[in-house]
């Protein structure tokens, strides 16, 4: 069974600092790995989505890279803002079935 | 493009009383997704559905819970009887052909509070 971790649990850093979020999967025959933002009370957003051949993806200041042999992948948020508030989860695809992580929230503070 | 609606977005219920829950997915969209997920933790997947079939039920727990998705558009998923135990967020999702390949949309969610 596929197990999805995200550490740190929760993080709080100032405006302005760069964010580093880290998710660890066991199985790494995965198809691809896909980041989402959840607001409070709020479904999930896509943010980025790397196909297994890639080895990362950008969009705007959200950076993710993917290393499917030690089964790691990091998202990067340059220019932290008090808007990025929110939780972050990781959640890789296997066989059709998306297994995703608990969760890092973070909280930029103005 | 209107996203995955999901009704209601909350809902208190005593246990031991059914309940339901209404999604209509993104149009044109093949492949639908119910999930549940508890506090703290990441979605789980309870059922996928190809059109009005469902191909992966196996987190589902058939004692109580049932889907269907008869036109192959939208769904609904019911609880019959609710437990204290099924308190979580009741999130639908959809994608475009359902390959692994495929982005999932997610709809806002119904929370659900069985007092």
């Known amino acids: 069974k596929q197990e999805v971790t995200q550490i740190p649990a929760a993080l709080s850093v100032p405006e302005g600092e760069n964010l580093v979020l880290n998710c660890s999967f066991t199985?790494?025959?995965?198809?691809?790995l896909q980041w989402f933002r959840q607001d409070p009370g709020k479904g999930l957003t896509s943010l980025l989505l790397?196909?297994?051949?890639?080895r990362e993806q950008t969009s705007g200041r959200l950076n993710a890279s993917l290393d499917k042999s030690s089964g790691r992948s990091t998202l990067y948020i340059a220019a932290s803002q008090p808007g990025d508030s929110a939780t972050y989860l990781c959640?890789?695809?296997?066989?059709?079935?998306?297994?995703f992580g608990a969760g890092t929230t973070v909280t930029v503070r103005a | 493009e209107a996203g995955v609606v999901q009704s209601p977005r909350y809902k208190i219920i005593e246990k031991k009383q059914p309940v339901a829950f209404w999604c209509n997915p993104i149009s044109g969209h093949n492949t639908l997704y119910w999930y549940l997920q508890n506090l703290g933790q990441g979605p789980e997947l309870l059922i996928r559905y190809e059109n009005e079939e469902a191909v992966d039920d196996s987190q589902l727990p058939k004692d109580r819970f049932s889907a269907e998705r008869l036109k192959g558009v939208d769904s609904t998923l019911k609880i019959q009887p609710a437990e204290l135990g099924d308190s979580a967020v009741y999130l639908c999702a959809s994608s475009q052909e359902g390959r692994n390949t495929d982005t999932q949309y997610f709809g806002p969610g119904t929370r659900l509070t069985v007092l």
């Open positions: 199985d790494s025959a995965i198809y691809n």
């Open positions: 959640a890789v695809i296997n066989d059709y079935k998306l297994s």
């Open positions: 790397i196909q297994s051949s890639q």
